[in-house]
């Protein structure tokens, strides 16, 4: 039997946030990871939630509850927002779209695409930005010439990059283009 990364549990003056998951914000040995009202198990280090906010805790709920899921446990074309979310403000993911999940060499990778850039980048689950070349223009073996890039045939080449790098190749800095708060470099064209 499959137990349940995450639970709510009430305890007659609040709810407590529960896991068993791989939570990197949960401070060591402790399964709470939020608090709702006034529990009587406060603890240090554990996000806050007052009773007028049952709202922002039942969408850290959700969060947490969705990054602490194994990669192992998404279907191949079920959306991954984890390493794009420990990147960029919730308020700014909606200007990106979940495109593809790929292996590079043993790497598990997020590819996510800018909707108003249409530029990419892509993530491994350790935060590392990922970029690929073609090595070798392939074509369909029947053909005498080399056509243009073809995704299935052409053999490649990944390797990291500097965040300046995967950004400046999304067309975005990591917040949005909207953003005045996180204006993007001056050496970024956009």
Not at 26 to 42: C, H, K, W
Request: include cysteine; charged fraction near 20%.
């Amino acid at each position: 039997m499959k137990l349940p990364l995450t639970w709510l549990v009430g305890d007659g003056e609040g709810v407590v946030l529960a896991c068993n998951g791989n939570c990197p914000n949960t401070p060591a040995g402790d399964l709470v990871v939020a608090e709702y009202g006034t529990t009587t198990t406060v603890r240090e280090g554990v996000e806050r939630f007052p009773l007028s906010d049952m709202a922002g805790f039942l969408a850290a709920a959700n969060r947490h509850a969705y990054d602490c899921r194994p990669i192992e446990e998404f279907g191949q074309d079920e959306p991954n927002w984890g390493p794009l979310r420990a990147l960029i403000p919730a308020a700014q993911l909606d200007g990106w779209m979940w495109m593809a999940r790929s292996n590079y060499d043993g790497t598990v990778v997020e590819h996510y695409k800018h909707r108003e850039t249409r530029g990419h980048l892509t993530l491994d689950h350790a935060g590392n930005y990922w970029a690929s070349r073609i090595v070798k223009n392939a074509c369909d073996p029947w053909c005498d010439e080399n056509h243009e890039h073809d995704m299935y045939t052409d053999v490649c080449e990944y390797f990291t990059v500097t965040e300046a790098d995967a950004f400046g190749a999304a067309g975005v800095w990591p917040w949005s283009l909207h953003d005045k708060a996180h204006p993007a470099p001056e050496w970024m064209p956009l």
